[in-house]
């Protein structure tokens, strides 16, 4: 059975950095790109970064760029969301999400999804 588990959202004010973890378990996952999403209040979820399999390719929403990084440790198979100079408007809940392409940026190419974990930036 697949789990993503992510861990380390929480309340934060703004400017302040925060370190989200996903951990994948079930399978191997390998040749499968990792990914973050989030999704506000009313609002669709939407991609923010993603890493393909070796690490080598990375891709960011424009709205972090230049703020968050994604990392990945394969041999823990767990990808890393690192949100530096957090806004407000950064406030979702983010997910996890494995898929077996090369960039995950859409949502329907998915394979497996995180619970989520709750990000709240205080202004």
């Known amino acids: 059975q697949v789990q993503l588990v992510e861990s380390g959202g929480g309340l934060v004010q703004a400017g302040d950095s925060l370190r989200l973890s996903c951990a994948a378990s079930?399978?191997?996952?390998?040749?499968?790109?990792m990914a973050w999403f989030r999704q506000a209040p009313g609002e669709e979820r939407e991609f923010v970064a993603t890493i393909s399999w070796y690490g080598s390719n990375t891709y960011l929403a424009d709205s972090v760029k230049g703020r968050f990084t994604i990392s990945r440790d394969n041999a823990k198979n767990t990808v890393y969301l690192q949100m530096n100079s957090l806004k407000p408007e950064d406030t979702a809940v983010y997910y996890c999400?494995?898929?077996?392409?090369?960039?995950?940026?859409?949502?329907?190419?998915?394979?497996?999804w995180g619970q989520g974990t709750q990000v709240t930036v205080s202004s």
């Open positions: 079930g399978r191997s996952f390998s040749s499968y790109s």
């Open positions: 999400a494995v898929g077996r392409t090369k960039s995950l940026v859409v949502r329907t190419a998915a394979d497996y």
